[in-house]
């Protein structure tokens, strides 16, 4: 499976993606607030929330870059990192 082909799997079956716009006409302040303020981080910034909206973490995205670009390999293991299976306790019981 191509690798950018992969991701989107891994992102359409486990996520629900949004992009927020930040620019000098539309900051977002409210919602970038709410999201504790994750442009401090610049663009893009990856920001995962649960079910309920709660912000579990922020991804400054430079450290999954390698070379010119973002690592497909780097990506999906943060991604994968932060499933719903990859959260759940049941998984890491002795």
Known sequence: ????LE??????ENYVVYHLNYSKENT???IFKYLGFSQRFGFPVFVILDSDGNRLHTQNSSYL???KGH???KVKEFLESWMVKSLDPVN???
């Open 1 to 4: 499976m191509n690798d950018t």
């Open 7 to 12: 991701l989107k799997k891994i992102l359409n």
């Open 28 to 30: 977002n302040s409210e």
């Open 65 to 67: 870059e390698e070379g």
């Open 71 to 73: 690592s497909v390999q």
């Open 92 to 94: 890491y019981k002795n």
